[in-house]
């Protein structure tokens, strides 16, 4: 059974700081890996997706990597801003048809 | 991406009522979803919403707590049963299309239901 684990569980960065959010999984076998980012009270907003076969991603200031076979991935946020605060989740998903799996997520607050 | 819509966003019930939430995407979708996440939790699956038959349900949910209809490849509808404190959560649909090879997941903006 896959499992998902996201550290640390609360980060606290001042403006302008560039950081990582790691996510572990156990099962190495994985079909895609999934980012998302989630505002206090809302739904889940994709961030960035890498598929098995990928290293890694980017969009504007966001880069996820993925090593599969020591099961992990980070998200590295560049030049940290305010707006970058809230909760970042990654979801694993195992096979084509099978299910995500997601992290506890990681509450990243960026101060002014 | 798919855009998807859901109501109500939020909602306070009182408890051994109902509600029904509502999910409209605006493209034709293979896979739809709900999720729970209660508070300061992470996602937990309830079922898949299947187009034209009953729905398949996650270990430790069934269908008379949380009966599903999906009546078209656009819309799906949860509802939460005979509610309890308990349930207060924030209820997310979910969409995926099986014919993308990349298989990306996309959410609602989710349904916040207090229950006193």
């Known amino acids: 059974k896959q499992e998902v684990t996201q550290i640390p569980a609360a980060l606290s960065v001042p403006e302008g700081e560039n950081l990582v959010l790691n996510c572990s999984f156990t099962d190495s076998a994985i079909y895609n890996l999934q980012w998302f980012r989630q505002d206090p009270g809302k739904g889940l907003t994709s961030l960035l997706l890498?598929?098995?076969?990928?290293r890694e991603q980017t969009s504007g200031r966001l880069n996820a990597s993925l090593d599969k076979s020591s099961g992990r991935s980070t998200l590295y946020i560049a030049a940290s801003q305010p707006g970058d605060s809230a909760t970042y989740l990654c979801?694993?998903?195992?096979?084509?048809?099978?299910?995500?799996?997601f992290g506890d997520g990681t509450t990243l607050t960026v101060k002014p | 991406s798919a855009v998807i819509s859901q109501k109500p966003s939020r909602d306070i019930c009182q408890r051994g009522t109902s509600l029904t939430i509502q999910c409209q995407v605006d493209s034709q979708v293979t896979m739809m979803f709900w999720y729970r996440q209660q508070p300061g939790q992470s996602l937990t699956l309830i079922a898949t919403?299947?187009?034209?038959?009953?729905?398949?349900?996650e270990s430790g949910f069934v269908i008379d707590k949380f009966p599903i209809s999906r009546p078209n490849l656009t819309f799906s509808t949860l509802t939460v049963s005979n509610m309890s404190p308990e349930d207060s959560s924030i209820y997310l649909c979910?969409?995926?299309?099986?014919?993308?090879?990349?298989?990306?997941?996309?959410f609602g903006p989710g349904t916040r239901l207090t229950v006193l």
């Open positions: 890498i598929q098995s076969s990928q």
């Open positions: 919403a299947n187009q034209g038959s009953e729905a398949t349900y």
């Open positions: 979910s969409v995926e299309d099986l014919e993308s090879v990349a298989r990306e997941q996309f």
């Open positions: 979801a694993v998903r195992n096979t084509n048809a099978g299910k995500s799996t």
